[in-house]
């Protein structure tokens, strides 16, 4: 079975500064995508940065980054010059490219932006 | 493009009572899912259709939810009866392909007391 773990329940972080996520999952497929998802207090969730496993290339969508270290089965977001409305809870998820599958999630990391 | 819109916003039942949540997928999407997310945590999915036929409730708790897409396009999921621990956010989400491009709604928040 596929799992996703997010080893910070919590972060926090001074505007402008930079900040990285962590996450790791477990998986015996070769062929598969990540995700990092924002859910600020609206619930709605927002994707902000996609990677598919057989790219070496990170991924990279404006001032969000990531670190994908396949062998690892490890897969951070790097958030530069931090803003204020970065404040929310960050998703880790994944999916196999197997007909028929869905997304599964980590736990979550709460990320506070203070001024 | 409209999203994915979800009703009601927001729920407050006593348990043992029954509730049902609607879901309206973007035009055109094949893939529906339901996932709860409970207080803190990620969201599991609960059920994915593929057009009107169900593809994965391997989750979903049969004996108190259920769930149906009717002509393969709005959805609902019913709780009957809620129990204390359904108090969780309960999303849509619906994929023109599954697993891929998903898009969520914003929610339902039940509150079970």
């Known amino acids: 079975a596929q799992t996703v773990t997010q080893s910070q329940p919590e972060m926090s972080v001074q505007e402008a500064e930079t900040v990285t996520l962590s996450c790791t999952y477990d998986t015996s497929e070769n062929n598969y995508y990540l995700f990092w998802y924002k859910q600020p207090p609206s619930r709605q969730m927002i994707l902000v940065i996609r990677q598919e496993a057989y790219k070496q290339q990170n991924a990279t969508e404006n001032r969000f980054s990531v670190n994908f270290q396949k062998a690892a089965k490890s897969f951070s977001l790097k958030i530069s010059d931090s803003q204020l409305g970065d404040t929310a809870m960050y998703f880790c998820?994944?999916?196999?490219?197997?007909?028929?599958?869905?997304?599964?999630f980590g736990k979550g990391t709460t990320l506070s932006v203070s001024s | 493009e409209a999203g994915v819109a979800q009703s009601p916003r927001y729920k407050i039942i006593e348990k043992r009572q029954s509730v049902a949540f609607w879901c309206n997928p973007i035009s055109g999407h094949a893939t529906l899912y339901w996932y709860q997310q409970i207080l803190g945590q990620g969201p599991k999915l609960l059920i994915q259709?593929?057009?009107?036929?169900?593809?994965?409730d391997s989750q979903l708790p049969k004996d108190r939810f259920s769930a149906e897409r009717l002509k393969g396009v709005d959805s609902t999921l019913k709780i009957q009866p809620a129990k204390l621990e359904d108090s969780a956010v309960y999303l849509c989400?619906?994929?023109?392909?599954?697993?891929?491009?998903?898009?969520f709604g914003s929610g339902t928040r039940l509150t079970v007391v």
């Open positions: 998820a994944f999916i196999t490219n197997q007909a028929g599958t869905a997304l599964i």
């Open positions: 989400a619906s994929s023109l392909v599954s697993g891929f491009g998903y898009t």
């Open positions: 259709f593929q057009n009107n036929g169900v593809v994965d």
